[in-house]
Structures are given as C-alpha cells and as structure tokens.
C-alpha cells in the first residue's frame, strides 16, 4: 500500500468515526412533545414547592373514601362495559 491510499483508508475511519458522535435534528427535539403536554396538564406550577396546607375544597370526603375503594377493588380488572377491539362492520 503507498502513502496516498494509507491517506485516503485514515480520512474515511476518522469520518466516519465522526460521524457516529453527531446528533441529530431527531435526538436534539427528543421528549419535547412530552414535556409540552406535561406542563400544559399542570394547573399550578408552584404548588409542588409551595403545598397549600387548607384542605381541598369541593368534594365530600365520604364519596371520594367510596371512589378510592372502588378504584382500588377494580384495578387490572377488564371493564364490565364491554369494550372490545373487534369490528362490528358489516352488521
């Protein structure tokens, strides 16, 4: 092998070693539709640093110990609906 073609196998394994460190359009707006829902779904932003100590207001601690049993009693249960992913086209 003479100099030149040792040149040219040398540039062609540093360009593509170098390549494999580049970052995409993909991996640089990674996660960021995630993170957008997840801050529009928050309704106060300080409220994880600053917890209100007055209990909440606008609902009957009976009903919700009643709702916290049910979710409790049926989760990973299949719902009693029906719900199915079978078509019904056709009939």
């Excluded at 600053?50 to 989760?75: L, W």
Aim: proline residues 3%; aromatic residues 4%.
């Amino acid at each position: 092998m003479n100099k030149g073609h040792i040149l040219q196998v040398a540039t062609i394994v540093l360009a593509l070693a170098a390549s494999g460190c580049s970052t995409s359009r993909v991996e640089m707006t990674y996660g960021d539709a995630v993170r957008a829902n997840r801050d529009a779904q928050i309704y106060d932003t300080s409220a994880a640093e600053n917890p209100s100590r007055d209990p909440v207001d606008g609902t009957d601690g009976q009903r919700m110990e009643a709702v916290m049993e049910a979710h409790r009693s049926n989760v990973g249960s299949a719902p009693s609906g029906g719900y199915s992913m079978a078509s019904q086209a056709g009939q």
